[in-house]
């Protein structure tokens, strides 16, 4: 009677044992799942997105990541908190900073003034950027390699190939002569990419001058300015600009006096052609960087800056009509909105 007594006894407390053992092991799983980006099996994230403007391009970008990085984790894996600065720098700060008081995984700038906030507000929480030009410029980096910025800060860049676009000028112009560069001076990507073009097409033979405007209220001066000393306007992928289309529009049609744009969005709004990338798809290479860091598969220390691998050269047919360019075969019509 004894032994079975104590049999039983022993029974019970093996029982009790394997129990606090697996209470133990589902602690630590929902533990994982935190905002720590271990990617643990049942694990859910937060994601901030901080997009600078309404703008079909960043528009294109976000949607894009958010695609990719549903398809890779999964559907209700991963919440986004989307803010919108309307365009307005000084927004961008408080966005970001609500996304790290709250804490979220991983941060989302899509564009340059948000990308410069979040780099500011936090040094831990991995931080992708989208539809960036020049992370060199806008983060003022003086001693990188160009690939791997080797802090919390990676991402894609929506640079098409500045060589090439100052050749799409050539091809387009060959026998204009002056080239003015119209730009936002407070977008520090615009300003690299006015100073890279400006010795491409001086090397072709263009005398170029850069026409700056700070904001959207001189624009449109700025503007009629560049067109009365220019042949030719050039608007790099410059969010200032991106907003402000129509306003320009206004002024280089009446003028007779063709824009070539940095991106698809901006042609369409004022420009002649672009060599334009695909922003989806820029957006859904973003969005597949961020599902390696959140699964833990890699770190954004160390990720190198992707590209979108491909460029299309593209023509607005009303304007090209209207300011009598022919384009030549190879060009893409922009589809009217």
Do not use: R
Not at 66 to 76: I, R, S, W
Not at 176 to 201: F, H, I, P, R, W
Not at 275 to 289: A, F, H, K, N, V
């Amino acid at each position: 009677m004894k032994k079975k007594i104590l049999a039983l006894a022993l029974t019970v407390v093996m029982a009790l044992g394997l129990a606090a053992c697996g209470n133990s092991g589902s602690s630590s799983s929902s533990g994982s799942g935190s905002a720590s980006g271990s990617g643990a099996e049942g694990a859910t994230y937060t994601v901030g997105i901080c997009q600078f403007a309404p703008h079909p391009a960043l528009d294109a970008a976000t949607q894009g990541f958010m695609d990719a990085l549903n398809e890779a984790m999964g559907e209700g894996v991963v919440e986004f908190k989307k803010q919108n600065a309307s365009g307005e720098i000084p927004n961008c700060t408080p966005i970001v900073n609500e996304f790290v008081s709250a804490g979220v995984d991983l941060i989302l700038a899509n564009a340059t003034a948000p990308l410069q906030a979040a780099a500011a507000a936090t040094t831990e929480i991995p931080i992708l950027g989208t539809s960036v030009t020049d992370y060199g410029s806008a983060l003022e980096l003086s001693d990188w390699d160009g690939k791997v910025i080797g802090s919390n800060v990676s991402g894609t860049s929506d640079l098409a190939p500045l060589d090439q676009q100052a050749a799409m000028i050539q091809e387009l112009f060959p026998n204009v002569e002056k080239v003015g560069l119209l730009y936002c001076s407070a977008e520090a990507n615009s300003q690299y990419q006015v100073d890279e073009m400006t010795k491409y097409l001086t090397d072709l033979g263009y005398t170029c001058t850069p026409y700056a405007f700070t904001d959207s209220n001189d624009v449109a001066s700025v503007a009629q300015t560049a067109c009365d000393g220019s042949d030719v306007l050039y608007i790099p992928t410059d969010n200032t600009a991106a907003n402000n289309t129509e306003a320009i529009a206004n002024v280089v049609l009446p003028a007779g006096t063709p824009v070539i744009a940095g991106e698809q969005g901006i042609c369409s709004g004022c420009g002649v052609a672009t060599l334009s990338i695909d922003y989806y798809e820029l957006g859904q290479i973003t969005g597949q960087m961020a599902a390696k860091i959140l699964k833990g598969e890699a770190q954004v220390s160390g990720m190198a800056l992707e590209y979108a691998p491909n460029v299309t050269k593209m023509f607005n047919a009303d304007n090209a009509d209207a300011l009598g360019v022919s384009i030549p075969d190879g060009y893409t019509a922009i589809e009217a909105e």
